[in-house]
């Protein structure tokens, strides 16, 4: 299931590109893509294990950026 979200206040574009890395790289995560530019994300995920992967994105997202919502 590929789902797209809005960011809001999302600062820089190193924090865009590790909070694009550290999603890529958890468990039933297919593809991420966060843009600075954008103010989005883009994320492929397994659809059965959707809300727990969201959970964890969104706790990966604040350690990076505390300040950047995921507009779920």
Request: glycine share 2%; hydrophobic share 45%; charged share 25%.
């Amino acid at each position: 299931m590929t789902k797209v979200f809005k960011l809001k206040d999302l600062d820089c574009p190193n924090c865009a590109a590790k909070m694009e890395q550290a999603i890529g790289k958890l468990p039933a995560v297919n593809s991420a893509s966060v843009s600075f530019m954008g103010q989005k994300m883009v994320i492929d995920v397994n659809d059965e294990q959707f809300d727990v992967v969201m959970q964890k994105v969104v706790k990966v997202c604040r350690k990076i950026e505390p300040d950047c919502q995921i507009l779920l």
